[in-house]
């Protein structure tokens, strides 16, 4: 049997998925109910809050990324033995790749059989509300939405808009969240603050589950989430693993922190050993490495704590000009770079692997999912292989790279970028390593011929 679910979605950004999400999830906790989390889409930052409360890794389920077999198997391999699979969406319930559906929290919940329910933001809402619940219903036949929870609105309000939604739409009000300033979540520029930068993340959690045992039908959420059918996935059939159990150092700090769990749990699988470090406090590379990954994050908003540990900048550098196999996404290609600006401008040395600066721009630059077709053979692939994979910073490169086409998905706009050598990845996309579980394979091949090239010098 499939562990019972729901999908937590909304009709914009903006109206309170998260804080929804986090207040079940602790509630949901605190209950003993055992509950495991997913973010739909290529979100690196609300996983990382799911991740605080329930006390393993939050996952992401894309579709873009994954397809529909990889999906409904990953979700099934990551919810076993779990009381409840909570998912929450991604911007609007029906907002999905350009203007389509592909790849939205409706897809999802659709090709996961998933019953979805509405958060609506109800500040400011009297009637129309109804109306926007009964929309988002009916706007497709088969909408999935089963249930409402409204957010932000007043105790006394609150009887009100539950009877006039379902007594307008048929669809079952769930409760509902008041304003609660106490619990916002402060945000920057490529979305909330991470989980760890929060001091006071706790108390928040703790008020929010009072609240949402408080005024949360939480004994219906369970009995809608039971509701969900079997999954039944496909088996996915993976590559062999390496020998040796080659070690890959991984960047992990308050500076590098966008990786994808599933991610680094299919490079176990491929008969690699993953050693954490970090940047900001260690002076040099966990022994024994023989592949490095230096994934996304904020390293801007660290840039004179990375440049206070010149030791590690300068073991960093070292190994990778020394073939050391390395994938450098987005916030780990912007401390390869010569300098690297903060958010006033000031350039700061990294490690200087490209002879690059790396600046703001003051907006999203290439920003969403692309297919990406490799030029030339390199660490992850060979000339005229693609992937998938997506772009989203607000810092540039004066070089970000070429060996790479990026192909924007329902578009014909496209461009060239990333670096790709024999060992080495270094560019702006994110990947996932599911996506083609050979990238992975690969990398951790290149780590093992690493390996036994140290071990015969």
Wanted: proline share 6%; net charge negative; with cysteine.
């Amino acid at each position: 049997m499939s562990a019972p679910r729901l999908l937590l979605c909304a009709p914009a950004s903006g109206g309170g998925k998260t804080t929804v999400t986090c207040a079940l999830l602790q509630a949901l906790m605190d209950r003993g109910v055992n509950p495991v989390a997913f973010k739909c889409g290529p979100d690196y930052i609300d996983p990382m809050f799911h991740s605080e409360i329930i006390g393993a890794k939050s996952r992401n389920l894309d579709l873009f990324f994954l397809g529909e077999d990889k999906t409904r198997y990953l979700l099934e391999q990551n919810s076993a033995r779990a009381g409840l699979a909570l998912i929450e969406g991604v911007m609007g319930y029906y907002d999905g790749i350009a203007l389509s559906h592909e790849a939205s929290a409706w897809q999802l919940a659709k090709v996961t059989g998933t019953p979805a329910v509405l958060v609506v933001d109800g500040r400011g809402s009297a009637c129309t509300i109804a109306a926007v619940v009964h929309g988002l219903a009916t706007f497709c036949p088969d909408s999935g939405i089963k249930g409402v929870i409204l957010n932000r609105v007043s105790p006394m309000l609150y009887p009100r808009l539950k009877e006039c939604i379902e007594k307008g739409t048929g669809i079952t009000v769930y409760g509902y969240l008041p304003n609660l300033p106490d619990c916002a979540l402060e945000s920057r520029h490529l979305g909330l603050v991470t989980a760890a930068e929060v001091a006071d993340l706790r108390e928040k959690l703790k008020k929010l589950a009072a609240q949402a045992e408080k005024s949360l039908d939480l004994d219906g959420l369970l009995a809608l989430a039971a509701s969900a059918p079997a999954l039944n996935p496909k088996p996915v059939e993976l590559p062999e693993p390496v020998e040796g159990q080659p070690v890959i150092a991984v960047a992990k700090d308050k500076a590098f922190c966008f990786y994808y769990a599933d991610g680094l749990e299919l490079l176990e699988q491929m008969g690699a050993k993953l050693v954490e470090f970090s940047p900001l406090e260690d002076e040099t590379l966990p022994a024994g490495t023989c592949g490095l990954y230096l994934g996304g994050g904020y390293p801007e908003e660290f840039a004179k704590e990375l440049v206070d540990n010149a030791r590690m900048r300068a073991s960093i550098r070292a190994a990778v000009v020394g073939g050391l196999p390395t994938i450098a996404e987005c916030g780990g290609f912007l401390y390869l770079q010569n300098t690297l600006a903060d958010r006033e401008g000031k350039p700061w040395p990294m490690a200087g692997v490209f002879q690059a600066e790396a600046h703001n721009t003051g907006r999203l630059g290439r920003f969403g999912y692309v297919t990406l077709t490799a030029q030339k053979d390199g660490l992850l692939c060979r000339a005229g292989e693609s992937f998938p994979a997506h772009e989203f910073h607000y810092w540039d490169s004066t070089i970000p790279g070429a060996d790479f086409r990026a192909q924007k998905p329902l578009s014909h706009r496209g461009w060239a970028c990333a670096w790709h050598t024999p060992t080495l990845y270094a560019g702006f996309p994110h990947f996932h390593f599911w996506a083609r579980p050979e990238l992975a394979r690969n990398f951790a091949a290149a780590a093992r011929r690493y390996q036994k090239q140290e071990a015969s010098l």
